[in-house]
């Protein structure tokens, strides 16, 4: 059992038992750059997901499960989740602001593309029925 002992009151998590809030944070990545047309080197893509995660994680530090899923270090949850194309990212990210669901869209630059998201850390079941519709990428 985890002991919450160790964490800073600040980022004393407001769940209870931290096992059972399950932080995830969810990264959804555009399937179609990796493929053609646009056939982007999956390194470039990766970067973009990485580029989202931390841009969430940095614009939510102060918000306690933030801080608690840092403190798990090696047991952190990342799950990376395929958005076909930029239309259906733009439409995730959109539901998301109206739902009042925290995340950062990432655009590269200088092209201004669209390519990726990420919600900061959150207790699963808090959002994910916001992206049911969306598969891991593979």
């Not at 980022?11 to 990545?29: E, I």
């Not at 390519?115 to 519709?133: G, I, W």
Request: glycine share 8%; with cysteine; hydrophobic share 45%.
């Amino acid at each position: 059992a985890l002991s919450l002992a160790r964490f800073p009151a600040a980022r004393a998590v407001p769940y209870g038992d931290m096992a059972a809030a399950a932080l995830v944070q969810y990264v959804v990545l555009r399937g179609d750059l990796a493929r053609p047309p646009l056939s982007w080197p999956l390194g470039a893509v990766v970067a973009q997901g990485c580029h989202a995660a931390l841009a969430a994680v940095h614009g939510y530090r102060e918000h306690p499960d933030t801080g608690a899923y840092l403190e798990q270090g090696g047991a952190m949850r990342t799950v990376v989740l395929e958005a076909p194309d930029e239309n259906s990212l733009l439409a995730l990210a959109e539901a998301l602001r109206e739902s009042g669901v925290d995340h950062r869209l990432w655009t590269e630059n200088p092209e201004g593309i669209p390519t990726s998201l990420a919600l900061r850390p959150y207790p699963k079941n808090q959002v994910q029925a916001h992206l049911r519709n969306f598969k891991l990428l593979k």
